[in-house]
C-alpha cells in the first residue's frame, strides 16, 4: 500500500499554489514605492521576492530601489514608514488582477467531497487571506487556515503545521503539504510529514525539485493521480 493511501489530512499553501496573487502584489508594492517618491519595479521583480510575508516582500523591494544610496539601518526605518501604506495599498488590489489557478476549485471540491480535512497555511496576513479566498468562492472548503500572522512562527518553520497536526489530531504519516515554494517544503520536512512542489508558482528562480518533496507536480490538476486514484 503506498504511502499516499495514509492521508486523510492536507494543508495547501496560498500565492503561487491557488491563487496567481502577484498582479495585485506588484501593484501594491508600486503603489507604495511611488507615494514615497521611490521608483516602480517589475512584475518579474515582485514574482521572485514572494514568499516570506509581505514585510519581506517590501523589505526586498526597499532593498532593490534603495541599494546604491542606503545602508541596512536606513532600510529598516523606511521598511517602518512604508508598511502600513503597503497594507493599505494591498487591501485595495486585493484581487483585481489575481487568478486562480487552473483547476483548483475543482479538485478542491473532490478532495472535499472524499473525505480530506483541508487547510490553508500561507505567509500572507490573515487579514488579507480570508477576502482572497472568499473572492474565488473557496473560503467554504477548508476547516482551518493559517496565515503568517496566525501564530508566533510562519513556514519553513513547521509550527503551522504541528499546530493543525494537534488541533485535528493526525499523526505525520497523514498530513501532506501543497505547495510552490522550498519554504513549504522545509516546513513539512521539519514536521516529518509528506509534500507536493508544484512548479508552476513563484520560488525564487529555483527548481522546486531541488527541496526534495515527495513528489513533483506541473499542474493542480496531478494532485488527483496521488490521492484520488486508489
Known amino acids: 500500500m503506498s504511502h499516499w493511501a495514509n492521508i486523510k489530512a492536507i494543508a495547501f499553501d496560498l500565492d503561487g499554489t491557488l491563487i496567481d496573487s502577484v498582479p495585485d502584489l506588484a501593484a501594491a508594492t508600486n503603489a507604495t514605492l511611488v507615494e514615497f517618491n521611490?521608483?516602480?519595479?517589475?512584475e518579474?521583480?515582485?514574482r521572485s521576492w514572494v514568499g516570506n510575508g509581505a514585510q519581506i516582500l517590501m523589505q526586498r523591494a526597499l532593498s532593490f530601489v534603495c541599494a546604491q544610496a542606503q545602508d541596512s539601518q536606513?532600510?529598516?526605518?523606511?521598511?517602518?514608514?512604508?508598511m502600513p501604506r503597503f497594507m493599505h495599498h494591498y487591501g485595495e488590489h486585493?484581487?483585481?488582477h489575481s487568478l486562480l489557478y487552473s483547476d483548483v476549485l475543482a479538485v478542491l471540491q473532490q478532495l472535499k467531497q472524499a473525505g480530506y480535512k483541508l487547510a490553508v497555511v500561507t505567509n500572507k496576513p490573515y487579514r488579507f487571506t480570508i477576502p482572497l479566498l472568499h473572492s474565488f468562492g473557496l473560503d467554504g472548503l477548508f476547516s482551518d487556515v493559517l496565515g503568517g500572522d496566525s501564530l508566533?512562527?510562519?513556514?519553513?518553520d513547521p509550527m503551522p503545521l504541528?499546530?493543525?497536526l494537534a488541533k485535528w489530531q493526525v499523526s505525520s504519516?497523514?498530513?501532506l503539504m501543497v505547495g510552490d515554494s522550498k519554504n513549504d517544503i522545509l516546513a513539512a520536512k521539519a514536521a516529518n510529514v509528506m509534500s507536493i512542489g508544484l512548479t508552476y508558482g513563484y520560488n525564487y528562480?529555483?527548481?522546486?525539485?531541488l527541496s526534495e518533496p515527495d513528489a513533483v507536480c506541473e499542474n493542480f490538476s496531478e494532485l488527483r493521480q496521488y490521492l484520488l486514484s486508489h
Open 38 to 42: 521611490l521608483p516602480p519595479v517589475s
Open 44 to 46: 518579474d521583480l515582485v
Open 74 to 82: 536606513e532600510i529598516q526605518v523606511k521598511l517602518e514608514q512604508t
Open 94 to 96: 486585493l484581487q483585481q
Open 152 to 156: 508566533a512562527k510562519m513556514k519553513p
Open 162 to 164: 504541528q499546530h493543525l
Open 173 to 175: 504519516s497523514q498530513f
Open 205 to 209: 528562480g529555483e527548481d522546486i525539485g
